[in-house]
């Protein structure tokens, strides 16, 4: 009984998350955006038509009926496209969740309304009661509220509409059956397709984020975090034509860090000198580039502040302690300023930056 009642739950009362809500509510401002407009044109042109083809015969009772059902369906298609317009432009419509669901709510009692009010007349003239049935259809398709909403509106403009033509119009010319068929048909059809919708986008929502994290796996770093040379391969062409600062840096006595402390140690220490690339230059500018050696790409020709900046890099990196290790890091770094025109140009200013590092490396070992 509790499977089955959880069953009914999940159909009736789904549960979803902020952006499932926001989904669904921009899909039913979107619909009635455009449905309204459709129907707006689309009724102003027959009551145009109407009361061309009738201007010898408006004053009788049918005509003023035929107008007054027209200009209904006007005035409410444009309160709809002058509603839903609104809540289409906000900032994030998940900031009015309950406004938009309100509005969706009222339009779909209102069009209901109408429907059944135009039908009851057509039927009283011994005409076609298809209005009722098409608005009906409209809110099955393409109006989404909540499920649990939804039924009980539908079913009780069913009731309604049979009460209202089976007692006060013509007693006993519906057939029941039929009439309790498309109640039940209409209302299952809103619920499934609120379901499918939902579903959907659920889904959808899920492989993107999977998505997502697939990307980010294959553009960065598992230890630092940082960019990897898969995702400088991606960003070449934003450095083409731009003025652009290269340099190309490792830490020093890195090797000896990981045999005599270990690799976790190792890690730590990439993690900590990451950590303070990215302060000093954000993340954006930072890629792993092998080991432990890292570049750095900005977008200036300011060289002289860019080296201050590795000067700065250094004195940070230098008070990082890991485990027992007293001695002060320190890192290397060769640079470089010029405009690439080409991808194999970026490349090698790449390698001048390199060579710059081993030259300067070389240079350290001399001091020592």
């Not at 083409?240 to 270990?262: P, R």
Request: contains cysteine.
């Amino acid at each position: 009984m509790k499977e089955k009642t959880n069953a009914l739950r999940k159909w009736f009362l789904p549960k979803q998350n902020k952006t499932t809500d926001r989904e669904i509510d921009m899909l039913n401002v979107k619909t009635i955006y455009y449905v309204s407009l459709v129907m707006c044109i689309v009724q102003t042109l027959a009551l145009i038509l109407f009361l061309i083809s009738h201007h010898d015969d408006l004053l009788s009772p049918s005509s003023v009926n035929s107008i007054v059902n027209v200009s209904l369906s006007v005035a409410l298609c444009f309160v709809g496209f002058i509603g839903s317009g609104y809540f289409k432009r906000v900032d994030d419509i998940a900031d009015h969740h309950m406004c938009v669901n309100i509005f969706v709510t009222v339009f779909l009692c209102l069009m209901i309304a109408w429907g059944m009010i135009a039908s009851v007349q057509t039927y009283a003239a011994e005409r076609q009661i298809i209005t009722f049935f098409v608005c009906e259809l409209i809110a099955v398709m393409f109006i989404r509220p909540r499920p649990l909403i939804t039924v009980i509106i539908i079913l009780s403009s069913y009731v309604l509409y049979f009460i209202w033509l089976n007692t006060w119009v013509r007693e006993g010319a519906i057939n029941r059956y039929n009439f309790l068929m498309m109640a039940l048909i209409s209302a299952a059809g809103a619920v499934i397709n609120y379901r499918m919708t939902h579903d959907y986008i659920e889904q959808k929502n899920k492989a993107n984020l999977l998505n997502e994290s697939l990307e980010i796996i294959a553009n960065h770093d598992s230890i630092t975090r940082l960019q990897n040379r898969y995702a400088l391969n991606q960003n070449i062409p934003d450095y083409i034509d731009t003025d652009v600062c290269i340099a190309m840096g490792d830490i020093n006595s890195f090797k000896m860090v990981n045999d005599t402390y270990g690799h976790q140690a190792g890690d730590d220490v990439l993690k900590a000198f990451a950590e303070i690339l990215m302060n000093v230059f954000g993340r954006e500018e930072i890629y792993r580039y092998g080991g432990d050696e890292f570049l750095i790409v900005s977008r200036s020709s300011d060289i002289e502040g860019f080296c201050r900046k590795l000067d700065l890099l250094n004195e940070e990196f230098g008070r990082v302690r890991i485990n027992d290790r007293h001695e002060a890091f320190s890192c290397s770094f060769g640079s470089v300023a010029a405009r690439p025109v080409n991808q194999a140009d970026f490349f090698d200013l790449v390698m001048t930056a390199d060579k710059k590092l081993y030259e300067a490396k070389c240079m350290l070992k001399a001091e020592r």
